[in-house]
């Protein structure tokens, strides 16, 4: 293939939870002949799959995949790790092809991938500990008024809905008494290839009917007895994740399964409108429907 650009080049595909991004990713690596890194958070850990919609077996099979089920629950991964092994997988693809394919719903790990970050801090585990048992005791208030006094310009700027950001937010300046934007101030590397960005959207009814379509498979295949036998480790980091932690608390009784089938569903929806806000920020995606590959292709070529 000739490369306009005369530069490896990485297509990443991004965009909301259920919008089809794994699909696109497959077809794309297969015109490309080319293989598959992923940029999700929670699909990298071994322990998960039904909860974290990893890709079936037949889709495994038709493309390589790396960055699925690579790594324990136990392990703490971060956007900075992340970039690492990514930067590594690339580095061995492009040995033996032009163009990698990446995709995945983690902004972070992308931004990350793609521009650099500054290495966090590593954490007290007593006080990550201490935060995520009282989180589970006082809800999110509570972390957006910790973090309120202790972190304000992470108040004004932070994804404040999200408690997994916030509780991220809250044990770094617990442990280093510095606010958690003051680390993400490196400055902007700039690849040794070329990077071309893909989004996936679709309607707003119609990816809420995903979601919700793909929670009740969720139920249907199996997810309450997959967090049941994660229950010894609910309180890893990992596992405070909209899917597991809601099974939890029907599983303390807590909450009914109806009713924490319901909040997956709401949770879900929240958190794909805070990854659509996230990449709209990137100027650099060009946003097609999932099943206008055929554009999707013809852009790509345009820009390798």
């Not at 306009?4 to 595909?13: D, L």
């Not at 850990?45 to 690579?70: C, D, Q, T, W």
């Not at 163009?99 to 801090?121: D, H, N, Q, R």
Request: net charge neutral; aromatic share 8%; glycine share 6%.
């Amino acid at each position: 293939m000739e490369l306009k650009t005369g530069k490896k080049t990485v297509i990443i595909v991004a965009g909301p939870t259920a919008a089809g991004k794994t699909a696109v990713a497959i077809r794309l690596a297969e015109h490309f002949k080319t293989e598959i890194i992923s940029a999700d958070s929670r699909q990298c850990y071994k322990e998960l799959n039904i909860g974290v919609a990893r890709p079936s077996e037949e889709e495994l099979k038709a493309i390589p995949h790396y960055f699925i089920a690579s790594h324990s629950i136990q392990e703490e991964i971060t956007a900075v790790g992340f970039a690492e092994y990514a930067l590594q997988k690339v580095s061995e693809l492009f040995k033996k092809q032009d163009v990698v394919v990446m995709v995945g719903g983690t902004g972070l790990y992308i931004k990350a991938f793609c521009e650099g970050l500054s290495p966090m801090p590593d954490i007290d585990p007593v006080i990550r500990k201490r935060i995520i048992q009282q989180y589970e005791e006082k809800g999110l208030a509570w972390l957006q008024e910790q973090i309120r006094e202790k972190d304000p310009a992470f108040f004004e700027k932070g994804e404040m809905q999200n408690p997994q950001r916030v509780m991220r937010a809250l044990e770094m300046v617990e442990s280093t008494g510095k606010g958690i934007l003051s680390f993400q101030k490196g400055e902007k590397v700039i690849r040794d290839f070329n990077i071309i960005k893909i989004g996936v959207e679709l309607p707003k009814e119609q990816l809420h009917r995903n979601i919700h379509q793909r929670v009740d498979k969720m139920i249907e295949a199996g997810l309450v007895d997959e967090v049941k036998g994660l229950l010894p480790y609910k309180e890893l980091n990992a596992l405070q994740t909209v899917g597991y932690a809601e099974i939890f608390e029907y599983l303390q009784d807590d909450i009914s399964l109806e009713k924490a089938i319901e909040e997956i569903k709401a949770h879900t929806r929240q958190y794909a409108k805070r990854q659509l806000t996230w990449f709209r920020k990137d100027e650099e995606i060009k946003w097609f429907a999932p099943d206008n590959i055929n554009a999707m292709i013809q852009w790509a070529k345009e820009k390798l």
